[in-house]
């Protein structure tokens, strides 16, 4: 295998380990001898130095003790716990409860919660019971579940319930929900993200279906969005489609977009099929979905080459652009008006140029007013493309032509069908009529009284037959 082959994501689990190999070394390199004999897994010569007298400093036990529940030494912790306080904490306030929980070393859990405060915050405002619920450990919240504070919040308002749902842990969060005063418990700051928001964001259907009978799918957070809009912009496709029968597609948050335009906007293809799969979103107007447009303005800046930044009044294909994903331009292209220009007046063809998108410029281009072709050529010639690929503005160029000679065309086919209008007696014959019989007047060449226009029209003398 190469150097610069790429290699495979690491687990949550194989992170944890190494972080936690990271924190063993720094221990091992630890002034203090007892957090060096707790790294090093020296645990006769801990216990030795347990029975050391005069007895060592309790602070320093402490810091054994905190290493050890942060590495999940039990049988350390258990010599530490017997020489210290276990409530005290370390720098971030974190006592080795919530350590250990937050690590998930659910056997120093079961042997702290009787030694610890299980209440007691850090300086986040978390308890240990909020860790385990993060973290979806289901038995150690049972065990910490026992010291209640079911309504305790950390520093962003958040309870252990409201924790679990944000990290999508069902089992969590149906366990908690029963508990105590589950309705406030639920309920978190004023304009922050509900309980359904967070389950959404996590993309865990099983957690929206337990939540969705206590909560309204239709409300909104501080900037104006619903849980579905969570669910689009994290690109949970199966999230999408739980939400979206109960929710209006339609509505846009206090930038002005919608869901679409989100799922759009981050490049999520699953997200934006859910939403096209049973055609156009709801909105519809004569073939052009008003969902994939901005229904406001919005702060941000307008778009230009030296800093590309969403820019007010874009489409969903301008955004779908910007996302880099050719998979969702595809998608976006029957619903779209290739003529919509933003608050910098560019069409999505000019920003798929400035951005240099080439394979999306060569989708839409053919599918634009010739004009607007021809804007983008133009924006090209300020801005030109590299070298590799120079060629981009020749293909532009020979769509260019093609649109116009199709629109010259359809002119001359248009022109030609308001002149037969005009002349109907020059309509094309059967085939089984005589040569030159449309051209003949019933009454020897005389306007008929329904036709008194061909009277304007100079009559066609018959075509001889060539003598051969």
Known sequence: MSDDAQQPEKTPEELAQEAADEYRAVCRRSPHPLTRMVAAGLLEELKVAAQERPPIHSEFWSRALLCAARLGELDALRVAA???????????????????????????????????????????????????????????????????????????????????????????????????????????????????????????????DLLLPLSDPQELDGRQAHALAYAAEEGHADAVRRLLPLSDARLANADGMTSLMAAASHGHVGCLRVFLENGPPPGEQDGRSTSVFYSKNHSGRDLDLDRLVRGAGQTALMLAVQSHSVECVQLLLPISDFAAKDDGGRTALDIAALLQQWPMALLIAPLCAPADVKTSIELLAKHPPQDKDAHVTGNLQAIYEQLSMRDLLADIKASTASAAALDPTAATPPKDAPLGAAASSPTHGEPTGNNHQSALVAPKSPRRPRTL
Do not use: W, Y
């Open 82 to 208: 017997a020489l210290t306080d276990c409530d005290l904490p370390d720098n971030e306030g974190q006592t080795a409860l919530m350590l250990a929980a937050k690590h998930g070393h659910r056997d120093c859990v079961v042997f702290l919660a009787d030694l610890s405060a299980p209440s007691m915050p850090d300086k986040s405002g978390q308890t240990a019971l909020m860790q385990a619920a993060g973290r979806g450990d289901l038995d150690a919240v049972k065990i910490l579940s026992r010291g209640a504070g079911f309504s305790q919040r950390d520093r962003n308002g958040d309870t252990a319930l409201l924790v679990a749902a944000a990290a999508g842990h069902a089992k969590c969060v149906e366990f908690l929900l029963p508990l105590g005063d589950n309705r406030e418990a639920a309920v978190g700051l004023e304009k922050s993200p509900t309980i359904l928001m967070r389950a959404a964001r996590s993309g865990s259907v099983q957690a929206l």
